[in-house]
């Protein structure tokens, strides 16, 4: 057998999706506050435009784009964000991303990411090869990462992050900003969230940071704001000042084809759409009617989706899950699959129904008539 790549084995921590799976096979009538996907069907507006451009396309020949993106969304997306459109590449996914940005850099780059964090974050460093310091995000730093005291040359960011539901103050981006400056490092930052942004002081982008255009890239996604998981378009933003756009251009030219028109259509067509923050509020109402009717030390779920719930003394991530399971019929996410530092809290999504919040609280015997 031809050899494999050694550094997969490097990933081989708990893989919790599957398990969940498994415990929930069979079980009806649950709670699923599990996993993060979207809970609302697809806005017509974006179904519409997606249409249209499908039809377009039995009309005339369209077929590969380029492969940073159409012009016609690179420019709108320009506009919102105040940048030049070269600055812009349009992708299926944050994922895809995170999973592409990282072979910019050499192999002997030092590398740190949040935990508990989206696991893409370490993997996709694990698995080229190179080695990942953690950054806890813990209670007793508020779960914001500290910049460590040793030199990183690229950092992993999330603000809102997940699975905490935590997002980044302003003075917390500057401190990394600053950094990042003062280290010659780079910082990828994941807005993945950015629309569940609601408090004043909690920036949503992180160049309003003063000399952040030097020092960070930045990744946004349809998927949570608009409901695209199931369509896939993304963008990363890749700052003149960085100097990597050459880099990326190839690196995508390379190894992308580009994301599908009709998609890109459907994304244009959720930057004007209406119904798109109203989604985004409804999720918040249901977070937040979370966060006051649950008892105990809930975390997050402000300026974001997910409620980082602390577990009972003296029980672990996974007992506090099956708790839930076997006792209420509640699906949530252990920690500490997220890494480490998630041991001791399960995650809930708010990417769910008030009529799903309400059963979820009477079943917990908090809902208050
Ligand atoms: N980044 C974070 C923090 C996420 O939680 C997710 C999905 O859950 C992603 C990125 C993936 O986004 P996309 O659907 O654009 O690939």
Not at 105 to 111: A, E, G, L, M, Q
Request: glycine letters at 8%.
């Amino acid at each position: 057998m031809v050899k494999v790549n050694p550094h997969f084995k490097r990933t081989e921590r708990e893989i919790i999706f599957p398990v969940i799976e498994k415990k929930i096979e069979g079980k009806n009538n649950l709670v699923n506050l599990g996993i993060g996907d979207v809970a609302l069907p697809l806005t017509h507006s974006i179904a519409d435009a997606i249409c249209q451009a499908t039809q377009e396309m039995t009309k005339r020949p369209i077929g590969y784009g380029p492969s940073a993106g159409y012009s016609f969304l690179r420019d709108a997306l320009a506009q919102k964000h105040h940048i030049c459109a070269d600055e812009i590449f349009i992708s299926d996914g944050i994922n895809s991303d995170l999973a592409g940005i990282q072979e910019l850099f050499d192999i002997s780059c030092s590398i740190a990411v949040v935990d508990p964090g989206y696991p893409v974050f370490a993997d996709t460093n694990l698995i080229a090869g190179r080695n990942v310091t953690y950054l806890p995000c813990v209670a007793s730093n508020n779960f914001i990462p500290q910049p460590p005291n040793a030199h990183v040359d690229l950092i992993y960011l999330c603000s809102p992050g997940n699975p905490t539901g935590v997002a980044m103050s302003r003075s917390n981006l500057e401190m990394w900003v600053n950094y990042a400056l003062q280290e010659n490092a780079l910082i990828v930052f994941d807005a993945a969230y950015a629309s569940f942004i609601t408090s004043e002081n909690v920036p949503k982008s992180i160049y309003e940071i003063p000399g952040a255009r030097n020092v960070a890239i930045e990744m946004h996604s349809f998927s949570k704001s608009h409901g695209f998981t199931g369509l896939r378009c993304a963008y990363t933003i890749i700052p003149e000042e960085t100097g990597l756009i050459p880099l990326w251009n190839k690196r995508q030219n390379t190894k992308y084809n580009g994301c599908p028109y009709p998609i890109q259509k459907g994304a244009l067509a959720a930057l004007a759409c209406p119904d798109a923050p109203k989604q985004v509020q409804s999720y918040l109402a249901c977070a937040q009617a979370l966060k006051n009717g649950l008892d105990g030390t809930i975390h997050g779920g402000i300026d974001s989706p997910y409620l980082w719930w602390q577990v009972p003394d003296g029980t672990t991530s996974w007992q506090f899950f099956d708790h839930l399971l076997e006792q209420h019929g509640i699906v949530s996410i252990p920690g500490s699959g997220f890494g480490k530092s998630g041991e001791g809290f399960v995650r809930l999504s708010a990417f769910t129904t008030m009529a799903q919040v309400k059963t979820c609280l009477e079943r917990l015997n908090v809902y208050a008539h």
